[in-house]
């Protein structure tokens, strides 16, 4: 199984910007853009951070998809 990104779903979930989100998690902007675009991924230890900022848990920040589909 393949997991993609929410990043997105819970930033507007948590009513922030993306220039709100960078600023909290000390990263540029253009970095939230391709993280929600899944050009690139957070990196691992970024991950507990960004679940803090935003209010969730680190799981709620992956989407389970079927890899067959």
Known sequence: MQQIMR???AR?????TQTELCE????SQGV???WESE???P??????????????SINDLFEPTDASA
């Open 32 to 34: 939230v853009s391709c």
């Open 43 to 56: 990196r691992t230890r970024q991950l507990p951070q960004l679940a803090a900022v935003l209010g969730c």
């Open 12 to 16: 507007e979930a948590a009513e922030m």
């Open 7 to 9: 990043i997105k779903a």
């Open 24 to 27: 909290r998690v000390g990263v």
């Open 39 to 41: 050009t690139f991924l």
